[in-house]
């Protein structure tokens, strides 16, 4: 006769888990290498302390998520970058670009359909962050063109901007 070894249910499955990817939302600041040692090991030690008590206790007895990752940044021992941070820095400012340049364009589509009654005007250009705007209207159509630097200078800038504000040389630095 053999026995099965020992099968952890998957509620608990499900639970450890939830537990290990509400800690990730606090460790980003980590390397790659070292997280995932680290949720190797919680995940090894709560599986086994689960055996025992229950993954419910297990999970609650490890603590509020944000003070143990807490602990394993000060464990580190040196300033961390903070890549989550400048991502959505990056995020806000490539958003507000989007938005503003459309914001832009509506005007010039503007401009450009109430010239439109009048045939000496059919070209309406404009140029707003790096990129010129050309509108053409004939009679019943309208067409729009868009080109220069703007997208390039958005992104370097978004790179820039997520790199000050995660403090990026921190990855550098020991």
Partial sequence: MTTSPDRTRASDVLRREACLAHLSLFMDDLPRA?????YRDLRAELTAAAREDGMTRAVR???????????????????????????IAASVLAVTWVLTT??????????SWSAA???????????????????RTSGDA??????????LVMLVACWVVAFVVARGWRAWTR
């Fill in 102 to 111: 459309l914001t832009y364009m509506l005007g010039i589509l503007d401009a």
């Fill in 142 to 151: 309208l067409s729009v063109e868009s080109n220069g630097l703007g997208f």
């Fill in 61 to 87: 007895d490890l603590g509020p998520v944000a003070v143990l990752a807490h602990g394993f940044r000060e464990a580190e021992g040196r300033p961390l970058p903070h890549w989550m941070h400048g991502a």
């Fill in 34 to 38: 070292r997280r995932r040692s680290i």
């Fill in 117 to 135: 009654a009048d045939p000496a005007t059919p070209v309406t250009t404009g140029s707003y962050l790096w990129n010129d705007f050309t509108v």
